[in-house]
Nanobody, 116 residues
Framework: QVQLVESGGGLVQTGGSLRLSCAAS????????MAWYRQAPGKQRELVAS???????IYANSVKGRFTISRDSAKNTVYLQMNSLKAEDTAVYYC??????????WGQGTQVTVSS
């Protein structure tokens, strides 16, 4: 079993920055990739960014150049640095972990609200 604990969400003004963290514990030896998703009210959950165990990253077009995903393998923690935040970035952000066996785990979510 894997447990994911997210932190760092909050209220920020347009143009501001936030840094989300997601710490994994438990059976973390088989981590393949970690990712951040988000879900805005009335919308489907969407991929924001992902990072593999080898360091390869993928970003949604809407966040490219503004968000950076990174990972501290020693701490089993993934980060999402969010800069130049916009109102449309408002959502609940979820951390996801994918194992090499194809199992995935989700965090409880952290609210990010960007006010104009």
């Amino acid at each position: 079993q894997v447990q994911l604990v997210e932190s760092g969400g909050g209220l920020v003004q347009t143009g501001g920055s936030l840094r989300l963290s997601c710490a994994a514990s438990g059976s973390t030896f088989s981590i393949n990739a970690m990712a951040w998703y988000r879900q805005a009210p009335g919308k489907q959950r969407e991929l924001v960014a992902s990072i593999t165990s080898g360091g390869s990253t993928i970003y949604a077009n809407s966040v490219k150049g503004r968000f950076t995903i990174s990972r501290d393998s020693a701490k089993n923690t993934v980060y999402l640095q969010m800069n130049s935040l916009k109102a449309e970035d408002t959502a609940v952000y979820y951390c996801k972990l994918l194992t090499f066996r194809g199992m995935d785990y989700w965090g409880q979510g952290t609210q990010v609200t960007v006010s104009s």
